[in-house]
Every structure is written in C-alpha cells, then in structure tokens.
C-alpha cells in the first residue's frame, strides 16, 4: 500500500522547479478521465448506448463437435421460434465468408465442418434477446464425427500445424551444448487463459442511407473491423464506419476477436435492413473466442560451473486451436522472449504452431512473451537448483551485458540495459538473501507447511514485430472558445490511454486538462489505424497528437508574432495563458482572434516509430525500438496436504521511463502482476475428452479475487529513469510488461515445492497454472511418493 | 389461498412506488433494470452472480419495521418479483449526473480505483453497503465484503483502499450519504414508511402470459398451496433457480416464493438445538451458527459470496442438495436433522437420508423442508471443516470435508465425518468412522483409517480437480483433521498468509 501515499503527495500541480503548471500535465498522477463516468454508472458501453428503433438481436448456433462434417442442417424450428425476423449460415454471407486478419483460415460461419467444439454455424435476429437465444437452441445439425486433435502434443506428433513450424538460431548451440561442464533437459508446461474482459464482446451495425453502415464495436482495432465489415458485405471501405468510445476491458482478446462479432451483425442488418445487435453472453464469449495459447516447451541446455548458459535449444509448441489468427506473430513473440533478460550466445530457438480442433487462440496482454519467459526461467531455475546455487545468483551471471554480451539471438543489439541495476535495488529493497535463509530454517521445522521465495527479472521488446504497424494517426480541433476535442487511432479499454494522450496536448498547448475532451475512437476521423496492442498505445497515439498539437501551437505562434508585432520567438505558451512579447493573452483569446484572422484551427498528427528493421524471413533485424524492464520478488507458502497455496509478501520494482501518469502506470504495474500470477495459480482451462470447454464461465474459471491480493504487496516504479529513446516525454510502454512479474509467483511456489524434496538438485516437476492439484502432485514427485 | 392476494408487485425505486401489472415470474431485476426502466448503470458481466457487475442494494425493513438493512444482490439472478415491499438502490441513486459524488464513489476516484470502469457500479454497490452496515476496516473483513466483486484490471489494491477511504470523507448532502450509525434522515424515514405501508401482509400472487408468482405469508397457505399444485417451483434465493432461467434457459411457468413467509424465517435457539427457518439467509445464519461452531467461520465465509450469502437461504441449499454445496457435510458431520412438511403433514429425518442420489432426494411431491435443527455443542467436541478450491474466495469446492469428534482418554468416540465433491450426494464417511471410533486418536490409526476412505467416496475427474486428486486430499483432509486436533499442523496457509 506504500505507492498509494507516495502519489499522494504528488500533488497535480507540483513541479520539481516550482514553476505552476497547467491541471493534467504530463508526469501529474491525474485520474482515468472516466473516472467519475465509472463511478457514478454514466459511463456508456456498447450495451448501454440507447437502442435505435427497430433494433434487432443476434445470436449464434454454434457446434455441438470439435470436429465434424456436416452433413445437413435443419433450421426450420429456429425460423419457426418466436420473435425470428432471420437466421443466416455461410452461405448467406455476401463477400467471402471469412474475418481472418492474417490468413483467410476463418469462417464467419462454419460451412460443411466444424473445427472446434462452439464455432458459429449459424445466426438468428430476433426481436429480443431472448428469442433470439433461445431460438439459436433449437437447430437441428447432422454431424459427421471426424477425429480431433485436443491437445498441443498430439498435434506436434500428427505435425498438425496452423503455419509452418519455424527456427531462429545463432551460433552453434548443439555443440555448445555438447562442449559444456553441464547439462540439463526439461519440459515448461504453461497453461492457457481467458482474457475474461468484465465486458463481453459486442456489436451494433445499423444501416444508414445508400448502403452505408455504422457500427459500435467494442474493439481494440475499429480499423480492422471496418475493413473485415466491408469485406464480408461485399461493400468498400469507405462506406463503413466504425466508432468505440470505451470498452470494459479487452487485454488483447478483443484485438482480431471483434472482427467475428462485428461481420455477423453487419450481415444481419444488411439482410434485415434493420439495426442489429449481437452481444454474447459470457459463457458464449468464453466458448466462441480465443484465448491465450498454452505452451509445452521442451529445452536442452549445456552451462557451466557458475551456471552461465553456454548453449541452448528450445522446441516450443503452442495450441493455436483451429486456426492462425495472431498465432504466427504470437510465436514470434514468444521465440524472441525465450531468453528473457538473458544472453544465449548458442541458441536454437523451434517454434511449432500446433493446430488443435478447439477454439483458435489469440492476443493476449504480452502476446507469446509470456510463454517464452516462462520457459527461459524454468531453465535458470533448474540450472541453479542442478547447482545447488541460489537461482538469483545464476539469474545474474546469465544477465544481458552492457557493453558486450549484448546481442539477442535475433541480432538486436541492447542499448538500454538495466535489469542488473534493478535486480540490485529490489534484492536489497525486499531484503531478499535474509528472508531466504530464514525462510530454509522455518521450512526445516513446518512439516506440513512449507515456503518459498523467487526473483524473478523481466526485460520486454517494446513494438509491433510487424513493423508497418508502427503508426499511428490523430486529430486535434481546437474550437473558439480555447477547448479542444482530441481523438486518435488508439481505443480506451481502460488502460489509461486516453487521459495520457490528452495530458500530452495539456502539456504541448499548456492548457488545463478540463479544457480537453476525449473523443470515441473513429474510423472516419483517423483512417486505418493498427489496434491499439503491444504496448503501444500512448507511444504511438501521444506522439501522433502531440503532432497534432504542435501544428496548431505553430500556426497559432506564426499569427501571434504577425499579429502582435513580435519574433516568433517570444511567443511562450504558459499554463493557459500566451505571452505575446510583453503581452498576456489566455489561450481562448489568442484562439479566438486566431479564428477571426482565419486560421486553421484543427491538424491531423502522424507517427511511425524510427529505427525499427526487421526481417521477418529470417527473423533477425531490430524488432523492437526499445525494452521494458521490472522485477518482483515474491514469497509464499504452500500446504503439502493440500497443495493449496499463497502469496505472503510481493515486491515490485518497474521501469515506466519517465511516467506520463504514475497513477496509471502503477495501476497498469499492479493489475498486470495479479493478472500474471492468476495465469500462473488459479486460472484452469479445462477441455473435457469430447473437446468441450468446460471453464466458460466465473463459476467454473477463477480469475483472482480481492483476497488474492498479497497481504503486504510493495510496489514501486523506477525512480529517475527515463526512456533513452525519444519516445513521448521519455516516457516507456507498461500495458503488457507488468504480467511478466508475475512469474515470480510461479517459482515461488516451485521454491517451495522443492523444498519438500529430499535431493536439492532435482527440479520440481511443477507445471502451470499452479492449483493445488498441480502443486500436490508436484509436492509428491518431489517426495518419491506414488502419484495415485 | 385464504389470504388477501395482491396482483400488483410493487416496490420503491428512485424514491417513488414502482407498481407492475403482470411481471413475468422469473424476469430478473437486471433485465427490468436495463430493458424497462432505461438504466443502464448496472451491468451483466456473467448472469450468473459471479461477478458482481450487476450488483445492487436492496434495502428492506427491519425486524420492528423501524430501520432499513441494506444489503448487497446479483440483480442478473435476482427475480423481479422478489423486490415486492422492498427497496431497490442502484448505482444511479447515490449521486445526481453532474455533482457531489458519494463518499464511497469519491473514494474510488482519489485511490484510482477504476480503470476499465465495467466493474466499477458493481464495486460501489457492494462498498455502498458496507458504507451502510458498519464498514470494516480490517483487510480480511474487506475482502470477505469484496468477495463477490471480480476485477480484472486494478489487482484489487486501490479498491481495497477505497473500502478504507470512504469513511473517512466528507460527506455530501442527500439520503445515501448517511452512514451506518448515523441518525436516520427525513428521506430515510419516508422510505420507511413507504414500505411499511406496501408491507402490508398480504401475499403477492401475480399472474402473466408466462406464469404466475405467488408470495404467501402464512405458513399453512404456502404449504396448502404446494400440496395443491406440487409442479409449481419452490424458489427461495433464487441463486441456483435464477441460472436455471439465465443459463440454461430453462421455462419456468409458476413460482411458489417462500422467502415471504414470515413464520420460516426465524431462528430459534433451545437448549439442544439450533432451529432454523428453511427461508432464513446465510448472512442471518452465520452470527448465530458461527457463535455455537466458531470453527467453522472460514467455511462459511468462503461459502459462495456476500451478495450470494444475502439471498440464498439455509433450506435452498439443503433441498438443492448439490454434491458441492458446502454447507451440507458440516451440517451432516454435526448431526442436524431437517423437518419436512407436506400440507398438515410433518416429519423430522436425518439430513444425510434426505439425499438418495445425485439430483434424486427423499422428498415427495408437494413436500418441502421446513426447518432445519443443528444440535447445540457438546463439551469437549471437536469440529473442523475444510474447503478445497483453486480460488480462496467464491470458488466451489473441489472436496469439501467436516469433521466431528470427541476424543475421551485418548480414544475417539462419536466421530461423525461427512464429504462433498466426492460422491453424487453429500455423504457420510460411515466405513472411516467405524474405523476411528472406539480406537485410539493416534497417527497410526488415522493412517490406516485413510485407506479405508476409498471405500467410502470414489470420486469423478472434472474441471474442478481430477479423480486422483479429489481421493488423496480426501485422505489427507482427513489427516489435517488430526493434525490441526493435535497441535501437529497448527495452520492452513490462508490463516498463515492473512
């Protein structure tokens, strides 16, 4: 609770030189700009937009199979049902019957098979919610059961893959491997996990004049739903518009999601003539949508005394489900983050995109980064237990180098290295060497109880590895009483995007924050924007609207100078104000008299991030302009009955660069942690043997609760740091680092487990998500126990 | 019926008497709230009183009808027509579109406690409650408070600190700012005396094209009427029924409420027994049951959620009778009986022989439990219950396993062990005690009594835990039981982590 108090006493108008400042300036801990919206129930979602007469409601049949051949369809109860207006299949989709973003592998509706058990086959609108669902329950499917794959193993061993498998090596790793003092193999086993976003998936497509169509989607790429819209209503772009003001949580799963939800809709009321709205209800979002993938990473890795990775070699597989969606850049992500903060010098990295006739996995917050690190610190975590050495130690030696030591596998050279630095601070801040020793004396004498204690870094490649992504579009209006409507191509989910990218404007037009008003994301005001993801989004969107803003601030200098008779330069803009050589006017006045004299007083801002290069071919290249960087400490104890566990103590400490809002950030630093560490504990996909996601709902998937938040939790970001490229006001990306720390919590657990074991130097045999299922069972290999 | 009958449901909202004509019997607050009244403040996150997005406050009068207990509800489960004499408070109601923001919604906004905001109306609900029921302050008593409000986007952190805050604050004119405690306002006191005029004991029998909703108040014209029409839905909290509607869509014709009948909702204690209405609440149980059994406080705090706690009721879960609920092997373990009526007709039985098979019970058409008698505490008696789950909080048990025993001279004597989530009905373990009783409470005897578990329980794989777990920590909770009894395991790791 210790962050709270220190921005409390960052006061919004504070400044380190004293000097006043305008309310919501860049660096001030200013609150969501929803914030009152969220708390006194005003703040609209797509559910709560008022409904346009005539609304109808969709909803879907899905598949009963995870895999078969239909081989005849009867719909004529659901036509029948009351309340139906229409029920469409495959082949009543106008253009091509496909949403896919990457590869056309995606049907909207399934057409003569099904790939996973609750893919869409068909969509009814009714005149109510209800009848719609209730209808979407009465079809009648002959299916012709074919084999299905259920599992990433089964897929790897039948080669089963949504893209061809891919490699990324340097060096020699087999022969480092086979050369060095030590060797060790192992199998990572992560799970899956739901975005669970509090708000489901959700479109609105009403049709407006000449065939045209507007949507509200809740989407983090109205960009790319109104391409797919357009795409599947056989219409061009231009005669779709796509609008989304906010969104109740997306987390990467309403990334290329949307996109199903949103053409569905659109093809209804393109086929009704009437507004359409398709809202799934939680247990349908949970069965139809992707998730993150899973992973079992086998590794070989030969070190040597000190622990030191001398060669390496990763066989990833992951279950992308059904089809390719993101997966291909997923696994990308995940080969490029198999070393962590960790400089493999030999390394082979194989990377199996394993196709599994369950639902296609997705984007989610970190995008295959996860999974990679997850691997790579299972590794240095069994190095060190092979070595008896403290896993800090080994997690050391293996640190990226400053100046040498400091090229990825993927060629990347590492200019902004500072995980030694703060692995240093947060050892010594959470007292991490006493602890642990007290921690081994208490565990000699708990029998049942048992604790642990892990340390664990993070280092996060900041960009789109698809380099064209890496731009961004905005808009400032300034009207003629000084106040200003911002919008840009980045969505609000709730990350804070929005008051950061207009605290920019505050600060570039030195006007208070209340004098900004935060548009809906738009696909009319800025064209073709990439989806507000990888971290990206104030990077991107802050500097394009800063742009923007400066456009303006320079138009309005030029007019002041000529105007007022001065140079240029002694116009100064100030805390709403505008000094004019020895004049003072406010800001309102000098826009104003700016409008009279003719001024355009509106500007389009564009960014594209520099220095990025990157060939996707060989994978080798700068994918990313900059790294994140964190760790966390975190301890906890487990019951060796039970297998039951929890987190007793967490220290965090995280990089944000220069922090635009360090009430955000640290909101994006905390819940990205639990949200890490409810992947890695309680959060359980299970498929029962017919393929059936049997987790689709709260009930039955356990996302972390109050409770599970530590009882001392002490998290702080990076003092004096800053970004040292020229990102927004020196500012880093934080949306998707933070879920990293949360491997910490992981190997605390595996701590604890190992303490159970006799032989110090074997590895736990613990796989995630830790539940007390799995930690018993690993408590009891650790033992020799029998696995009954 | 006998009784005078009301067609008309109503209720307050907004500070004015809602009155409706021909409400369906299982449209959901939630649903009135979002398609019919236009409020869309409150969201349905899961339908399934999980989340807690939904959440609202009802307020309802006291037991002398001279103050108001308001108390947090999933409106997404929570029927219509159970509002009738009752309040409802949204996240509208506490303060006006532009203006002074209520302490609990201000206290969000300085610990920036939203950030997607979706969940956000849910959280103040709930904090809006325990503003008005005596806030705690101690982190384990706010997240019991908080247990029934999922957030993905904060970690909880800034949340938990507004739970603190918002006491603290200044406090805004109006109604709802009021806190516990505090003196009852002239709005308060109106709303009293609104609902003192619309609780006027008279059953609620509304009729629609989909179905009726009837409300006695008496006893023996709930019972008269059950006997009469045995196919109508008992429904008393509505925390499994209302899935019925929401999830399976389910029809639902006619309703039979018993959470109006006055005489089933008290709790009487004598000297052997404690003697509990079938419509009495979780949340009005606990004191007393927790008072008698203050072992078994971390079962029943982690017994579903507090807004589910505020619905559903003792005798729902027992008739229910779900191979996971968990009140059931405690309740077993300590040896409570349940009184059966059917029309005139009464009967006491066992509770574990209420339960005959998964989803089958001892119950006769037209029959329904009436009350439910818990023995008092004998001297020296040791109980234990133990909940395994992924989650801490509001999660259902993987195994759920009670314990009741005396150990005199150092042999166990009476031991009563009942399971849940291993079996298709909650069970007694009756082969394991025979192999405890009489014998001495001992490690050896306890480890040969774990094998003999096996005979008792051959548990299923689901997405709760596999077969294979469920039957070692069966034996293991087992061992806990005498651990914990011994002074071996002083500790679970949820008591050590707090």
Known sequence: MRAERELELRKPSDDASGASRVDGAVGTATPHDSAVLHVNGRAAYTDDIPEPRGLLHAAFGVSTQAHARIRGMDLSRVEAAPGVVAVITACDVPGPNNYGAVIADDPILAEDEVVYAGQPVFAVAATTVDAARRAARLADIDYEPLEAILDPETALERESFVLPSTQLARGDADTAIANAPHRLTGTARVGGQDQFYLEGQISIAIPREGGDLFLYSSTQHPGEIQHAVAKALGLEQKDVTVECRRMGGAFGGKESQPALIACTAAILAQRTGRPVKLRLDRDADMIITGKRHDFVSQYEVGFDDTGRILGIRYNHASRCGASADLSGAVNDRAMFHSDNAYFLEHAAIDSHRCKTHTVSNTAFRGFGGPQGMFACEQVVDDIARHLGRDPVDVRRVNFYGTDSRNVTPYGQVIEDNIIAEIVDQLETSADYRDRRREIEAWNANSPILKRGIALTPVKFGISFTATHLNQAGALVNVYTDGTVQLNHGGTEMGQGLFVKVAQVVAETLQIDLSRIRCTASDTSKVPNASATAASAGSDLNGMAARNAAEKIKRRLTGFAAEHYGCDEHEVRFDNNHVHVGDQTLTFAELVHAAYMARVSLSAQGFYKTPKIDYDKTTLTGRPFYYFAYGAACTEVVIDTLTGENRMTRVDILHDCGRSLNPAVDLGQVEGGFIQGAGWLTTEELWWNPRGDLKTHAPATYKIPCASDLPPDFRVTLLESSENREDTIYKSKAVGEPPLMLGLSVFHAIRDAVAACSADPARAPELEAPATPEHVLDAVMLARGDARV | ?498
């Not at chain 2, 007393?288 to 406080?297: A, R, S």
């Not at chain 2, 005897?445 to 077969?467: G, I, K, Q």
Request: aromatic share 6%.
């Open chain 2, 1 to 498: 019926m006998g009784d005078a009958v009301n067609r008309t449901l109503r209720f307050l909202h907004d500070g004015d008497i809602v009155e409706i004509d021909g409400a369906a019997p299982t449209r959901t607050v939630l649903q009135w709230l979002r398609e019919d009244r236009m409020r869309c403040g409150t969201k349905e996150g899961c339908a399934e009183g999980d989340c807690g997005a939904c959440m609202v406050v009802v307020a309802s009068l006291n037991e002398d009808a001279t103050a108001l207990d308001y108390r947090a509800i999933n409106s997404c489960i929570q029927f219509l027509p159970t509002l009738h004499g009752k309040e409802l408070i949204t996240v509208e109601n506490l303060s006006p579109a532009t203006g002074p923001l209520h302490p609990v919604q201000q206290a969000l906004v300085d610990c920036h406690g939203s950030q997607c905001g979706f969940c956000t109306p849910g959280f103040v609900m709930t904090l809006f409650a325990m503003y008005k029921s005596g806030a705690p302050e101690a982190r384990s008593d706010i997240d019991d408070a908080l247990a029934g409000n999922l957030c993905r986007c904060t970690g909880y952190r800034p949340i938990i600190d507004a739970a603190r805050r918002m006491v603290t604050l200044e406090r805004p004119a109006g109604r709802h700012a009021q806190p516990h405690g505090a003196a009852t306002n002239d709005a308060e006191r109106s709303a009293i005396e609104t609902l003192r005029a619309l609780n006027d004991d008279t059953a609620l029998h509304t009729e629609s094209s989909k179905g009726t909703f009837a409300a006695p108040t008496e006893v023996d014209a709930f019972a008269r009427l059950y006997a009469a029409e045995p196919n109508r839905r008992i429904l008393a909290g509505g925390t499994d029924v209302g899935l019925w509607v929401t999830k399976d869509y389910r029809d639902i014709d006619d309703v039979l409420y018993i959470g109006n009948v006055e005489a089933l909702r008290d709790i009487s204690v004598t000297d052997t027994v404690i003697d509990v209405g079938a419509a009495v609440t979780f949340t009005e149980l606990m004191p007393v049951l927790l008072d008698e059994y203050p072992e078994l406080t971390d079962l029943f705090r982690r017994w579903a959620s507090p807004p589910i706690r505020n619905a559903a009721t003792l005798g729902g879960n027992i008739a229910n009778g779900s191979p996971i609920g968990d009140s059931m092997p405690a309740l077993i373990a300590l040896g409570t009986r349940v009184l059966l009526r059917h029309d005139h007709d009464t009967r006491e039985i066992d509770l574990e022989s209420l339960y005959i098979d998964y989803q089958v019970n001892d119950l006769q058409p037209g029959e329904f439990v009436k009350r439910i008698r818990i023995p008092r505490r004998r001297p020296g008696q040791l109980v234990a219950s133990y909940k395994l789950s992924k989650r801490f909080d509001q999660d259902i048990s993987a195994v759920c396993a009670a314990f009741s025993a005396q150990v005199e001279n150092g042999q166990t004597q009476h031991i009563r062990i009942a399971y849940g989530g291993v079996a298709g009905v909650p069970k007694r373990a009756l082969a394991t005690e025979a192999a405890l009783n009489d014998r001495p409470f001992d490690e050896a005897t306890v480890h040969a009594a774990m094998a003999v578990l096996d005979e008792d329980f051959s548990p299923l794989t689901d997405m709760r835990a596999s077969a294979d777990y469920r039957a070692t920590a069966t034996r293991n909770l087992l061992y806990r039981f005498f651990a914990e009894a011994t002074g071996l395991g002083a500790t679970d790791v949820y008591t050590y982590a707090r």
